[in-house]
């Protein structure tokens, strides 16, 4: 990978990510974080909220920021004049007042940097069922989306902030036609029920770049769940799409590959554990991202993704 110096581009690689954190673990900001540093670029995150550890554990306890310390923060980084950023990742957010706040901080951004890139990607729930508030949906349809460049919805986010029943490959692309007349210009799916057993269908378009271009992405499915895959994905796409704004496929490559290299070393781990005859915890299932260094600055692509 050819590496971009911050410095000699005036420190234009500059995030602000807005998600959620865990003190253990690898998901919201901890799984964007890290990645996002190997690949070049400096992250300031805010954390919507702050756990002791994700749900997947049987307990959990932290603080959640209200719009109000937002709010705060914002503005401490706007009186110092260092809220200027290539850059605005978003992520899990759990409140209607959170996402207004975060909406505000969008439209401020752009006033200081017109060529910022907007990354949303609409935690709201998975598998027909919501994980937020109901209220989050129309603030994401009415104010986030149309100011975003890139969203990474998994297919029952695309159904809800659409209106569309996707049951194959052409309601999908119907979908995405939508949320491209929102405003947004760069759609991935990140995940679907179109697959198979062994196989998930991710899809892709964009409306900007050399051409406009659709994409499936077949992707090998891996036994067993694991937490904070979508913060991965949704962070290493904002940095592939920027150093290849002109070739979407060769970024969810990329992408899809990073993926896939990152959860066979953590499931290859798990069954170490397993194999030394040692109970097997959620602890275990964290994804291996410190050890997956090599894979993320540089992956090997193992995916390929084709035109629809």
Not at 40 to 64: A, T
Not at 150 to 162: K, R, S, Y
Request: proline content about 4%.
């Amino acid at each position: 990978m050819d590496h971009v110096d911050n410095d000699v581009l005036g420190g234009c690689c500059r995030v602000l990510s807005i998600q959620s954190h865990v003190v253990s673990g690898y998901v919201g900001n901890k799984s964007a974080t890290f990645p996002l540093q190997v690949l070049g670029f400096d992250v300031d995150p805010v954390n919507s909220v702050q756990f002791s550890n994700h749900r997947g554990y049987g307990f959990c306890q932290g603080q959640v920021l209200n719009s109000n310390d937002l709010e705060v923060l914002y503005k401490g980084l706007k009186s110092n004049n260092i809220n200027h950023y290539s850059h605005l990742l978003t992520g899990y957010i759990g409140s209607k007042s959170f996402l207004m706040a975060v909406k505000d901080v969008i439209l401020d951004l752009k006033k200081t940097n017109s060529k910022l890139t907007y990354v949303c990607d609409p935690v709201m729930g998975d598998h027909g069922k919501l994980y937020v508030p109901e209220e989050l949906l129309s603030v994401y349809k009415e104010h986030i989306i149309p100011n975003a460049d890139i969203v990474t919805p998994n297919q029952f986010e695309a159904e809800i902030l659409t209106g569309v029943k996707i049951t194959d490959i052409d309601s999908a692309k119907v979908a995405i036609e939508k949320l491209h007349n929102m405003g947004a210009k760069t759609v991935v799916i990140s995940s679907s029920d179109l697959g198979s057993d062994e196989i998930l269908i991710g899809l892709a378009s964009t409306t900007t770049g050399k051409r406009p271009m659709s994409l499936r992405i077949d992707i090998p499915k891996f036994p067993g769940e694991f937490r904070g895959t979508g913060d991965l994905f949704t962070a290493t796409l904002l940095a592939w799409t920027w150093r290849h704004p002109d070739d979407l496929k060769l970024a969810v490559e990329k992408v899809v590959s990073t993926m896939q290299h990152v959860i066979r070393r953590t499931l290859s781990y798990v069954e170490h554990v397993s194999q030394a005859g040692k109970p097997v915890s959620m602890q275990h299932r964290e994804l291996r991202l410190i050890q997956s260094i090599r894979d993320i600055e540089n992956p090997l692509l193992c995916i390929t993704a084709v035109d629809l």
